[in-house]
């Protein structure tokens, strides 16, 4: 018996890394059918992003599907910075760790933030929506 009760934490263990991977995999393919109709997409565990000609769509990624999605058009944006902790970085030389977010700057309606998962990733981004932009 003893040894039966050292083998369940495993299998809870086992059962709940199963179920969180499928969770995962959900989230991917319903980003990726989502992804379909964009010119470019991006996806990580806190944001997804598709670009059509100008216009930019972002949200949270779900099993269900991105929720909670915004629209803004690249018209409307004076600048795209790339923040990390909280402080403007440069694209040349941008930190190796931290947390990062492309910041979208908007006079009339306010800024809007988008969270990346890589410092790097979100420099490839802020440089491909630069030329965008123009």
């Keep these: 018996m003893e040894r039966g009760l050292i083998w369940l934490p495993l299998l809870i263990g086992f059962v709940w890394l199963a179920w969180a991977g499928w969770?995962?995999?959900q989230k991917v393919e319903n980003y990726r059918v989502w992804a379909?109709?964009?010119?470019?997409?991006?996806?990580?565990?806190?944001?997804?992003?598709?670009?059509?000609g100008k216009e930019i769509t972002w949200g949270k990624p779900t099993r269900n599907g991105p929720k909670d999605l915004q629209s803004f058009s690249l018209e409307n944006v004076?600048?795209?910075n790339l923040r990390v902790n909280?402080?403007?970085?440069?694209l040349?030389?941008?930190p190796s760790k931290g947390t990062p977010v492309i910041e979208f700057?908007?006079?009339s309606q306010g800024s809007i933030e988008i969270p990346f998962t890589q410092v790097?990733?979100?420099a490839?981004?802020?440089?491909?929506?630069r030329k965008e932009e123009h």
């Design 23 to 25: 969770n995962e995999y």
């Design 36 to 52: 379909e109709s964009f010119d470019n997409a991006k996806y990580d565990i806190y944001a997804v992003l598709g670009i059509k």
């Design 78 to 80: 004076t600048e795209i």
């Design 86 to 90: 909280g402080e403007t970085v440069s």
């Design 92 to 94: 040349d030389n941008p």
């Design 105 to 107: 700057c908007r006079p």
């Design 120 to 122: 790097e990733l979100a």
């Design 124 to 129: 490839k981004w802020v440089n491909y929506l």
